[in-house]
């Protein structure tokens, strides 16, 4: 599974950016697709994930209610819309995916980690 995220860019504190991330290659077993993000001097982040079955999602406590996940099954693509954008929400973000958690009953345990990964975007929010 091959990965793209675009969208990324220099925003100023309480815009709004969307990021985008396109899967491709055997994506036939894809159940969910994450977002992950690391910022300069620090360990990479979780900051949400969706299922493409169900649409459920599941987001970290420090973006919940400024950040969502959207999905299209279609293009097999999900979108992170990020509003009120602090500066501390800077940094590279990464969009990631799995095949595995159909059976898992929750989406928590993608918090640690996902299979499939691809290039990170870069968001900088200025104050």
């Known amino acids: 599974v091959q990965l793209q995220a675009s969208g990324g860019g220099l925003v100023q504190a309480g815009d709004s950016l969307r990021l985008s991330c396109a899967a491709s290659?055997?994506?036939?077993?894809?159940?969910?697709m994450g977002w992950f993000r690391q910022a300069p001097g620090k360990e990479r982040e979780f900051v949400g994930v969706?299922?493409?079955?169900?649409?459920?999602?599941y987001y970290a406590e420090s973006i919940k209610g400024r950040f969502t996940i959207s999905k299209d099954n279609a293009r097999i693509t999900v979108y992170l819309q990020m509003n009120n954008l602090k500066p501390e929400d800077t940094a590279v973000y990464y969009c990631?995916?799995?095949?595995?958690?159909?059976?898992?009953?929750?989406?928590?345990?993608?918090?640690?980690?996902?299979?499939?990964w691809g290039k990170g975007a870069q968001v900088t929010v200025s104050s």
């Open positions: 990631a995916a799995s095949d595995r958690g159909a059976d898992w009953g929750t989406l928590h345990p993608f918090r640690y980690g996902m299979d499939f």
């Open positions: 969706i299922s493409l079955r169900d649409g459920s999602g």
């Open positions: 290659g055997r994506t036939a077993n894809t159940y969910a």
